[in-house]
């Protein structure tokens, strides 16, 4: 079927509508890649073949006829409890359980969707209270989730399901009863800034729609590259027809025809749901020419990422696209003069353009009723680290950093204490714990030497070497870089080689000098963004945490016990008790017996030759029952 017009899609949109109405039960298995990594997709064939053996009526995709009462089994993007999956979530209930294996699914059956009965077991338990209700859990109590609200619930796959849900009523309502200047002015009276770099949406479609051009170019930046990030990846892979409802919202305003979503071959999940989502979009009539009869043209291509950080940089993506070596382009002119294809266009990234259609639906002043005065609406993070609930969540702008970590993300497990978060991935900084109360948004971030970035949240606890944070940041920034100008490609080399002199415990405090004048330099002449924030992980770490530099560099220690030529390890032999497992287990033989007897004991003692010693750790691994070894 193929909808030819606006009334079309309203009465499609309530006949779909009737047929969600008519599930009375919906299971909602996470398919999003960490639960797929677990499992799910297991459970979700095993969940279905059990309930056909029974004779339950299932819809595995919305019916279009109507039909009598049945139960809707689907796979949804991500619920955001990542470290508890497989997650399934039952409906009406609200009930999700954790953990959910092949071996659970009969008892799932039997008990809860035949007999309503809740499983304690799979619920999730903490301090002695069990949460049978997601929308209860503490994880999920303080988030506020607008851009994941469907993430979690409905089936990624189904147009049907989205458009029943009230999906393209924005596009719809743009289309038909807005102007190109009405839609950029809706965008920026609502405050919504690029969830990639923080530049206000509507002032960039404003520039894109006054330059005049005969064509005009969407492009959508999926290509997520920070490490320990997956907060695009989370909305391509569970709610991709968001995306591209925005970007048609977008190209309305510009008065383009085509689209490009760029996104991280890497992303397997997300390009088959993205490229399902484009072609069952353009099967009923949503993209390509003529839409609803209303002479609107628009359509959307794939194109996968190059594997290099560098094109998460605007221009170097585009040049990507293009078909060259991804590298960026000196600006101006900016892409929404000159952009793709050297043709004026509109560039964000997945989550801005996913923020669209609710803006258009509600209105700029519902967005803008969120968050603080300069920073509007909410933010997706990817929370990760020495954190109890690692996952993704969804919080308005200025949640402060303690709400985040001690609240949803649980605080720091093993009894350990907070030392710093890291946002903004290789180009961005550290909150050290005297910030813990900073409200998080794009200027109190930029204000303390950090930025936001796409939305990485690493949390360090006392166990971790800020010096170490540094240098693996930079690793992977000397490694990404693109090699185009001097002070990225031999300013962040120089850098590296000073980190790991102090690491080595070679440096003297004439180096830790160079190594700050250098990162200026390579923040203020570098070509793009991304060499240009290059230097702050480095920078933050001597802002908040200098005196473990020195420490490295003067005493040559380091303070978290990480650094490896600055470790040692010492047998107390008062407290040995001359069992030999750390002799036994050592890789290089470089523990030996000695001839002293510890009172009260019956063994010899042993000790550490540290002329052969490796510092591996594993002798401290073995004595844990004496508890004779330490490091130092």
Known sequence: MRIESRQQLIECRKEYKNALDC????????????????????????????MEERG??????????????????????????????????????????IKVTVDDCEEIVEKTILNNEVIDRLVYHDDGESYVRQEDIPFYKK???????SCGTSDAEDLDEYIAKGGYSAFEKALFTMTPEAICKEISDSGLRGRGGGFPAGRKWESVRRNVSDVKYVVCNGDEGDPGAFMDRSIMEGNPH?????????????????GYIYVRAEYPIAVKRLQIAIDSARELGLLGKNIFDSGFDFDLHIRLGAGAFVCGEETALMTSIEGNRGEPRPRPPFPAEKGLFGKPTTENNVETFANIPQIILHGAESFASMGTERSKGTKVFALGGNIKHTGLVEIPMGTTLREIVEDIGGGIPNGRKFKAAQTGGPSGGCIPASLMDTEIDYDNLTAIGCMMGSGGLIVMDDSNCMVDIAKFFLDFTVDESCGKCSPCRIGTRRMQEILEKIIAGKATLDDLDKLE???????????????????????????????EYIAHIVDKKCPAGVCKALLSFKIDKDLCIGCGLCARNCPVSAIGKTDYIAEGHKLPSYEIDTAKCIKCGVCLENCKRAKAISKG
């Open 23 to 50: 599930q009375y039960k919906q299971v909602v298995i996470c398919g999003g890649s960490g639960c797929v990594a677990g499992g799910s997709l297991k459970v979700y064939d095993r969940m279905k073949q059990l």
């Open 56 to 97: 339950l009526r299932i819809d595995v995709v919305l019916q279009h006829e109507s039909h009598d009462e049945s139960i809707g089994l689907k796979h949804s993007g991500c619920h955001g409890f990542c470290q508890m999956g497989p997650l399934m979530r039952i409906e009406p209930m609200g009930l999700l359980y």
């Open 143 to 149: 988030q506020h989730r607008v851009v994941l609200a």
């Open 242 to 258: 968001s995306i591209i409802e925005g970007m048609m919202i977008a190209a309305l305003a510009a008065g383009s025809d085509e």
């Open 517 to 547: 004048e250098l990162a200026h330099y390579i923040k203020e002449n570098s070509l793009c963004g991304l060499g240009q924030t290059a230097p702050n992980p480095v920078l933050a770490t001597l802002k908040f945490f200098r005196e």
